[in-house]
């Protein structure tokens, strides 16, 4: 290990010890947390952050306390704020300064990243609702920061949807008239009706129509569906109304944010609407009932919206985006093959690509806090391909993603010197920076449909900076930089949808397992499963997880018409923010052919006295049988999404029904497991959603799955080769404490 003295810039980072980094955190509430995840998972891991809004200074403070290499720095427009705040909160990495906002409170070029939360909607409630100060403070704050610095908005969005709704609340739980506090839900709808203003009704009330509810005990409202988010996300703020009243909230739509980031230099790291689990379990959920005017049910608002932009050196590509390829040739990079099952004569189709993959994760550890190096802003076209085809959890990004520094190789190569030269190549590393070469580990990544298996090796190196631009080996403009990050943080912001590389969240975790470290406070949607009566039927770890080899396909032929998969071929355009196209590249990708690019993966768990219990499948796949000669495998349960699948709160009851129809198993409740992932990006733009689902323990348990302890599986993840298992083991085991 390299102690802090080889590296001075880090000492700064020791607070004490990495338990007491864990500790802090662990002592925020959970809303606390999921917004330092979300606001803070791609700001670097030092430099001068402003905290716009710092209001009491309590977050900017927390954030200090957490990231003691980050200068912050909280700006409040109220003097009487910024003069308490200096006085509470105090750290060495902690200043507080008045300012607006909205104006140059630093000079230009001078921050590395800047995080408005929950702060701009004010900028236009308390401006006449005038949208174009919102545009100006964006102008403003983009030109203090310096170039690859970050911009975080955490916010609320105008929801997509229908521009009219029926909107059905609660009649009878509460009064007619009266205090606020007492009211029904429905007779403060019409209160809110008449009291609310916006920049779509400056000076007049909001228009409704009321009706009779088809619901017992609720009355129904044809209303804007933006006013009527803009009522569902205040309806509990009772005590505060009369100042929750004064205030827009949405102010923006997704694609508007996205405009405004790109038109001003930025890069979109990531762009999406969130549903706080909370907020939707205690406050959405039978509460209010949101349909179209024909009475189709339609998704909750999003509670939250996040975007991240990242501002590029003048001349860069801001966004790669596929654009109609009129002109097509036969595939010379992916091939499909159709492998016939022998006991069913069905056949499966393969993507198959050549050569072998090879991940290389550097890392080291200063002052007990563990750093990976990764590529950043890596361009990968391929994720936004058929954009036609939306993602469940409606998130957008520009085709730049943050991923394991890795290369195809010939399987024939020496393993060992490929190593050394993917690091001198495309990280910048010498070999007298390595400390120690891991062993390696192989997975598959998507064995239902690609014939991939990943080899990632764990390299020691010692302390360096970093996040350096390397031989751009991309036919666009630039292949990004590497860059050191927190693993601990890393993994938090893959529980909250904030980053999207599987590969580099199972090298992290298997980092940390074999450091024996701690992989920090889970803050996806907390996993509560209930303690059931009944085990089911436990199998031993080596039978649970090395079915019986066998080979149960036959040779594969070449597809002329296949049925399941198609071969695409894209033209990707790199546009710079004036919309201007700076470079063009066509790649192949594989989709299917009449189901959706989401998939749906899942752990079926059952708790009861003695522990939990995890349900794993055993399936014959054609990619497994053709690296290892059998195609027997351990997974987890997986199904690919069909086209009327179109939003994530349509999961749960295509669960209940698939688990049902294929495993015979009875599904209680289900929990998002952690935010969605691209499986293997240069491929596909396969998204994939995990899910743990608590499911009735009975006999049919028995005979469709192989149950296994928790603990037998986390402490035989080496044996794990379906990258979907080891995801979802990995995120379960963290979210229920259990270590992995």
Same mark, same amino acid.
């Given at each position: 290990?390299?102690?802090?003295?080889?590296?001075?810039?880090?000492?700064?980072?020791?607070?004490?010890?990495?338990?007491?980094?864990?500790?802090?955190?662990?002592?925020?509430?959970?809303?606390?947390?999921?917004?330092?995840?979300?606001?803070?998972?791609?700001?670097?891991?030092?430099?001068?952050? *402003?905290?716009?809004?710092?209001?009491?200074?309590?977050?900017?403070?927390?954030?200090?306390?957490?990231?003691?290499?980050?200068?912050?720095?909280?700006?409040?427009?109220?003097?009487?704020?910024?003069?308490?705040? *200096?006085?509470?909160?105090?750290?060495?990495?902690?200043s507080y300064v008045e300012g607006d906002i909205a104006e140059m409170v630093f000079p230009r070029e001078s921050?590395?990243?800047?995080?408005?939360?929950?702060?701009?909607?004010?900028?236009?409630?308390?401006?006449?609702?005038?949208?174009?100060?919102?545009?100006?403070?964006?102008?403003?704050?983009?030109?203090?920061?310096?170039?690859?610095?970050?911009?975080?908005?955490?916010?609320?969005?105008?929801?997509?949807?229908?521009?009219?709704?029926?909107?059905?609340?609660?009649?009878?739980?509460?009064?007619?008239?009266?205090?606020?506090?007492?009211?029904?839900?429905?007779?403060?709808?019409?209160?809110?009706?008449?009291?609310?203003?916006?920049?779509?009704?400056?000076?007049?009330?909001?228009?409704?129509?009321?009706?009779?509810?088809?619901?017992?005990?609720?009355?129904?409202?044809?209303?804007a569906l933006r006013a009527a988010a803009e009522f569902v996300l205040r309806k509990d703020y009772r005590a505060d109304w009369a100042t929750e009243v004064l205030e827009e909230y949405t102010y923006l739509s997704q694609t508007q944010f996205e405009d405004a980031f790109r038109s001003r230099g930025l890069r979109i790291v990531t762009s999406r609407p969130l549903w706080n689990p909370w907020i939707v379990q205690n406050r959405f959920e039978d509460k209010f009932h949101l349909s179209d005017l024909g009475g189709s049910p339609l998704p909750f608002p999003p509670t939250n919206y996040l975007i991240v932009g990242e501002k590029v050196r003048a001349g860069s590509g801001v966004e790669l985006r596929e654009r109609p390829n009129p002109q097509t040739s036969a595939p010379s990079f992916l091939k499909l093959k159709g492998y016939r099952h022998r006991g069913s004569g069905l056949n499966m189709e393969l993507a198959e690509r050549p050569h072998q993959t090879l991940d290389v994760v550097p890392w080291f550890e200063v002052a007990g806090q563990v750093f990976v190096v990764a590529k950043k802003d890596f361009p990968r076209?391929?994720?936004?391909?058929?954009?036609?085809?939306?993602?469940?959890?409606?998130?957008?990004?520009?085709?730049?993603?943050?991923?394991?520094?890795?290369?195809?190789?010939?399987?024939?190569?020496?393993?060992?010197?490929?190593?050394?030269?993917?690091?001198?190549?495309?990280?910048?590393?010498? *070999? *007298?920076?390595?400390?120690?070469?891991?062993?390696p580990f192989s997975y598959f990544t998507s064995p239902g449909g690609v014939d991939e298996l990943v080899v990632s090796r764990l390299v020691e190196v010692r302390p360096r900076r970093s996040d350096l631009p390397f031989h751009n080996y991309t036919p666009f403009t630039d292949a990004g930089t590497v860059r050191e990050l927190d693993a601990t943080q890393v993994l938090r912001a893959c529980h909250v949808g904030g980053m999207f590389d599987a590969r580099l969240e199972i090298n992290i975790y298997r980092l940390l397992r074999q450091l024996g470290r701690d992989c920090g406070t889970w803050i996806g949607a907390p996993v509560a499963l209930d303690a059931q009566p009944h085990a089911p039927a436990a199998a031993s770890a080596a039978a649970a997880l090395a079915p019986p080899a066998r080979a149960a396909f036959d040779e594969p032929v070449p597809l002329d018409e296949p049925r399941f998969l198609s071969l695409c071929e894209g033209s990707f355009a790199e546009f710079d923010s004036a919309g201007d196209v700076l470079a063009e590249a066509r790649f192949e990708y594989v989709c299917p052919r009449h189901l959706s690019n989401n998939t749906a993966v899942v752990l079926p768990v059952v708790r009861t006295?003695?522990?939990?219990?995890?349900?794993?499948?055993?399936?014959?796949?054609?990619?497994?049988?053709?690296?290892?000669?059998?195609?027997?495998?351990?997974?987890?349960?997986?199904?690919?999404?069909?086209?009327?699948?179109?939003?994530?709160?349509?999961?749960?009851?295509?669960?209940?029904?698939?688990?049902?129809?294929?495993?015979?198993?009875?599904?209680?409740?289900?929990?998002?497991?952690?935010?969605?992932?691209?499986?293997?990006?240069?491929?596909?733009?396969?998204?994939?959603y995990p899910f743990v689902v608590e499911v009735e323990a009975d006999e049919g348990l028995k005979a469709k799955l192989h149950f296994i302890p928790l603990p037998e599986l986390t402490d035989n993840l080496e044996r794990l080769r379906d990258a979907h298992l080891l995801i979802a083991t990995c995120r379960l085991a963290h979210a229920l404490g259990v270590p992995a």
């Amino acid at each position: 290990m390299t102690s802090t003295n080889q590296s001075g810039r880090y000492e700064k980072q020791h607070r004490g010890t990495q338990a007491a980094y864990e500790a802090y955190f662990k002592g925020m509430d959970a809303s606390m947390q999921q917004k330092v995840a979300l606001t803070t998972a791609h700001f670097p891991v030092r430099g001068r952050i *402003a905290d716009m809004g710092s209001g009491s200074g309590r977050g900017t403070y927390d954030l200090a306390c957490l990231y003691g290499g980050l200068e912050l720095v909280g700006v409040d427009i109220n003097p009487v704020s910024v003069e308490r705040a *200096a006085r509470e909160f105090r750290r060495p990495n902690l200043s507080y300064v008045e300012g607006d906002i909205a104006e140059m409170v630093f000079p230009r070029e001078s921050l590395d990243g800047i995080l408005d939360s929950s702060v701009l909607h004010h900028v236009t409630s308390f401006n006449n609702f005038d949208v174009r100060r919102v545009h100006a403070t964006l102008d403003n704050q983009v030109a203090q920061l310096k170039t690859g610095g970050v911009i975080v908005i955490r916010d609320f969005v105008i929801p997509d949807g229908p521009e009219r709704v029926y909107l059905d609340l609660p009649a009878n739980d509460g009064t007619e008239a009266g205090e606020v506090v007492g009211l029904s839900t429905a007779a403060l709808f019409e209160r809110f009706a008449h009291e609310w203003h916006s920049s779509v009704n400056c000076d007049a009330p909001v228009p409704f129509v009321k009706s009779e509810s088809p619901r017992p005990g609720f009355a129904r409202y044809e209303v804007a569906l933006r006013a009527a988010a803009e009522f569902v996300l205040r309806k509990d703020y009772r005590a505060d109304w009369a100042t929750e009243v004064l205030e827009e909230y949405t102010y923006l739509s997704q694609t508007q944010f996205e405009d405004a980031f790109r038109s001003r230099g930025l890069r979109i790291v990531t762009s999406r609407p969130l549903w706080n689990p909370w907020i939707v379990q205690n406050r959405f959920e039978d509460k209010f009932h949101l349909s179209d005017l024909g009475g189709s049910p339609l998704p909750f608002p999003p509670t939250n919206y996040l975007i991240v932009g990242e501002k590029v050196r003048a001349g860069s590509g801001v966004e790669l985006r596929e654009r109609p390829n009129p002109q097509t040739s036969a595939p010379s990079f992916l091939k499909l093959k159709g492998y016939r099952h022998r006991g069913s004569g069905l056949n499966m189709e393969l993507a198959e690509r050549p050569h072998q993959t090879l991940d290389v994760v550097p890392w080291f550890e200063v002052a007990g806090q563990v750093f990976v190096v990764a590529k950043k802003d890596f361009p990968r076209p391929v994720v936004s391909a058929s954009g036609e085809r939306p993602r469940l959890d409606r998130a957008h990004h520009s085709g730049y993603v943050t991923e394991p520094v890795s290369a195809i190789v010939d399987e024939s190569a020496d393993e060992g010197q490929e190593v050394y030269r993917i690091l001198r190549e495309r990280a910048g590393f010498d *070999a *007298a920076d390595v400390v120690g070469v891991g062993d390696p580990f192989s997975y598959f990544t998507s064995p239902g449909g690609v014939d991939e298996l990943v080899v990632s090796r764990l390299v020691e190196v010692r302390p360096r900076r970093s996040d350096l631009p390397f031989h751009n080996y991309t036919p666009f403009t630039d292949a990004g930089t590497v860059r050191e990050l927190d693993a601990t943080q890393v993994l938090r912001a893959c529980h909250v949808g904030g980053m999207f590389d599987a590969r580099l969240e199972i090298n992290i975790y298997r980092l940390l397992r074999q450091l024996g470290r701690d992989c920090g406070t889970w803050i996806g949607a907390p996993v509560a499963l209930d303690a059931q009566p009944h085990a089911p039927a436990a199998a031993s770890a080596a039978a649970a997880l090395a079915p019986p080899a066998r080979a149960a396909f036959d040779e594969p032929v070449p597809l002329d018409e296949p049925r399941f998969l198609s071969l695409c071929e894209g033209s990707f355009a790199e546009f710079d923010s004036a919309g201007d196209v700076l470079a063009e590249a066509r790649f192949e990708y594989v989709c299917p052919r009449h189901l959706s690019n989401n998939t749906a993966v899942v752990l079926p768990v059952v708790r009861t006295e003695q522990g939990v219990f995890v349900g794993v499948e055993h399936r014959d796949l054609p990619a497994v049988q053709s690296f290892g000669g059998s195609s027997h495998i351990a997974a987890a349960p997986a199904w690919r999404l069909p086209t009327t699948v179109k939003h994530l709160s349509e999961i749960q009851p295509f669960l209940k029904e698939v688990l049902g129809r294929d495993f015979g198993l009875r599904l209680r409740r289900a929990w998002e497991l952690g935010g969605a992932y691209f499986p293997t990006s240069g491929v596909t733009p396969e998204v994939v959603y995990p899910f743990v689902v608590e499911v009735e323990a009975d006999e049919g348990l028995k005979a469709k799955l192989h149950f296994i302890p928790l603990p037998e599986l986390t402490d035989n993840l080496e044996r794990l080769r379906d990258a979907h298992l080891l995801i979802a083991t990995c995120r379960l085991a963290h979210a229920l404490g259990v270590p992995a």
